[in-house]
């Protein structure tokens, strides 16, 4: 039996809306640094300071400022005893407040003169300069990021606490290309992926690969269009999901979204371009609530030029920034050419007509 698109699409705000409803963060759990990359932080373990004492920040000289009022080129001052030579992280010695570089110093034999000044933590890293006593290496809700990972690794951390959920991503076959552009979207986005291939396109051989009793979100990619060989609603709804198929966003008519078994689930075109929308527009809201992430950051620019849009469907514009504002590459069907050219995406509700050129928008970047 073909699939058939209901007379009625669902509003894009109806099935978000649906899908978010009951739904809260993940447990939390700790990963060790290499796994916890990308995934959502919750702000623990807290850090040691670091450097956890006053250190040398450069090579040369340990010496006290106070010591070297005076000393020049021109007036070089006699030291009753040889300095202290610090190496760059080495601790400083008792009664030492900065570092001078190699030739600010003249050592002949026992004796020892200096021909700078020197000021209070001149060359000094200061007791928890780098890494404030109980900070966290990434602030909660953040993604962990380089600099989170660099931080944890200096303070001697292997683990950090993150929140990562787990997505299903079921593959029917003829969306390979799809598949792995999701599949690398959510490993990005710090969620535990597990890709599976249904045995074949008909609604039995999906039906069996739809297992969701070890994930939090269930993905499928391909099938969900009217075809005579889709069959991934049929599927679901054989296994029992509650679903709203067919929404009123552009790209992105034919998915579906709902529960199966009380887990999240979204029937993903099998096209790159409608799979994507859906992914931003449905599954990115739904993976941000089960991770507890912060907001996403938007960038304010005006459009270079006017975006036009149907009343009644929401739409989504991919953006490329041009001179200090925003340029439509794409809106409604997207060639792959504008998707790799996007730096932004603009979701135009299905209220409005679009935009004028001119106007400020707040998009949403491609690449955070």
């Known amino acids: 039996m073909t699939q058939r698109l209901p007379l009625s ?18 447990a939390a759990e700790e990963l060790p640094l290499i796994e916890a990359a990308g995934c959502i932080s919750t702000g623990l373990p807290l850090l040691p300071a670091h450097p956890p004492r006053d250190v040398a920040a450069a090579d040369g000289w340990a010496l006290s400022a106070v010591d070297l009022v005076g000393a020049s080129s021109y007036s070089p001052l006699p ?12 601790a400083m010695p008792a009664g030492c407040d900065c570092v001078l570089d190699v030739d600010a110093v003249e050592v002949s034999g026992p004796l020892a003169q200096v021909l700078a000044e020197g000021v209070p933590g001149q060359g000094v890293a200061r007791a928890g300069s780098d890494i404030a006593e109980n900070a966290p290496a990434a602030a909660a809700g953040c ?7 660099l931080l944890a690794r200096v303070a001697g951390a292997d683990k950090l606490g993150v929140r990562r959920p787990r997505l299903r991503i079921v593959n029917v076959p003829g969306a390979t290309a799809t598949l792995q552009m999701i599949a690398e979207l959510a490993s990005a986005a710090g969620l535990d992926v597990s890709a599976h291939e249904a045995g074949a396109r008909d609604a039995a051989s999906i039906a069996a690969a739809l297992d969701v009793s070890t994930c939090d979100l269930l993905l499928t990619i ?12 049929t599927a679901l709804i054989e296994r029992g999901a509650k679903l709203a198929y067919g929404l009123a966003l552009q790209p992105g008519r034919t998915a579906a979204a709902g529960r199966l078994a009380n887990v999240p689930v979204v029937a993903l075109p099998g096209s790159p371009a409608h799979a994507l929308a859906v992914w931003l527009a449905l599954v990115l809201p739904l993976i941000d609530g089960m ?15 006017k975006i036009a849009s149907s009343v009644g469907i929401a739409e989504i514009s991919l953006l490329a920034e041009e001179h200090e504002a925003w340029m439509p590459l794409a809106v409604g069907e997207w060639p792959l050419h504008a998707i790799a050219n996007a730096d932004a995406w603009l979701l135009i509700p299905a209220s409005q007509e679009g935009f004028a050129a001119g106007e400020p928008v707040d998009a949403y970047l491609m690449r955070e």
């Open 143 to 149: 993604p962990v990021d380089a600099a989170a990972l």
């Open 291 to 305: 991770s507890a992430r912060r907001p996403r950051r938007t960038v304010t620019l005006p459009l270079a030029r």
């Open 9 to 26: 699409l669902t509003p894009l705000d109806t099935a978000l809306a649906a899908l978010l409803r009951d739904v809260g963060p993940v």
């Open 79 to 90: 030291l009753a005893g040889l300095p202290v030579w610090v190496e760059a992280g080495g």
């Open 222 to 233: 391909g099938g969900s269009g009217v075809g005579r060989a889709d069959a991934t609603v």
